[in-house]
T-cell receptor, first 114, second 110 residues
Framework: GAGVSQSPSNKVTEKGKDVELRCDPISGHTALYWYRQSLGQGLEFLIYFQGNSAPDKSGLPSDRFSAERTGGSVSTLTIQRTQQEDSAVYLC????????????FGSGTRLTVV | QQQVKQSPQSLIVQKGGISIINCAYENTAFDYFPWYQQFPGKGPALLIAIRPDVSEKKEGRFTISFNKSAKQFSLHIMDSQPGDSATYFCAALRRRKLVFGTGTRLLVSP
């Protein structure tokens, strides 16, 4: 596609429910990143996928957060047992891979936990 | 731990003026320093970037100045326009992970 596509654009969920956020990267981009943007914490790294390598999960805030990337393309970020502090905009980015630092971000999914 | 400090938090500039945003970093292992522009409801968009072996980079009205010894870098927007009104983030990259500053909300008055 022309850009990084994220869905849904908005999600309201009840505390304790699980949510899945989807990211469709730019075609041909082998690297995919998830970031979170919140008022309290700013923009923070969550997880990074590069090709078939093991993902870098060092930014995931708790074991309630997980992500997978199927077929080297689409990625899903799952948050289990959502809490109010999970409310934020979840941003996905992609790049060509090693040596390419021109990350392209999607418009994000705004998650509200009530 | 805040590894990239950004100032000011907000900035109002008259049309045609120069906007200046400053950032400072702590970790000398960072190897790439991009600036992002973000409009409401959109993700950050790469504006301009610099590597630490270069002291200045200019692209159109946007210039990055980089001072490696002081561990500081800044964004200058020349001839600022109302369409430049947005939030600007500096960032630093290490091992494919971006560390962002806290953002500067720029308003360019007509």
């Amino acid at each position: 596609g022309a850009g990084v596509s994220q869905s849904p654009s908005n999600k309201v969920t009840e505390k304790g429910k699980d949510v899945e956020l989807r990211c469709d990267p730019i075609s041909g981009h082998t690297a995919l990143y998830w970031y979170r943007q919140s008022l309290g914490q700013g923009l923070e790294f969550l997880i990074y996928f590069q090709g078939n390598s093991a993902p870098d999960k060092s930014g995931l805030p708790s074991d309630r957060f997980s992500a997978e990337r199927t077929g080297g393309s689409v990625s899903t970020l799952t948050i289990q047992r959502t809490q109010q502090e999970d409310s934020a905009v979840y941003l996905c980015a992609s790049s060509l891979g090693t040596g390419d630092y021109g990350y392209t971000f999607g418009s994000g999914t705004r998650l509200t936990v009530v | 731990q805040q590894q990239v400090k950004q100032s000011p938090q907000s900035l109002i500039v008259q049309k045609g003026g120069i906007s200046i945003i400053n950032c400072a970093y702590e970790n000398t292992a960072f190897d790439y320093f991009p600036w992002y522009q973000q409009f409401p409801g959109k993700g950050p968009a790469l504006l301009i970037a610099i590597r630490p072996d270069v002291s200045e980079k200019k692209e159109g009205r946007f210039t990055i100045s980089f001072n490696k010894s002081a561990k500081q870098f800044s964004l200058h927007i020349m001839d600022s326009q109302p369409g430049d009104s947005a939030t600007y983030f500096c960032a630093a990259l290490r091992r494919r992970k971006l560390v962002f500053g806290t953002g500067t909300r720029l308003l360019v008055s007509p």
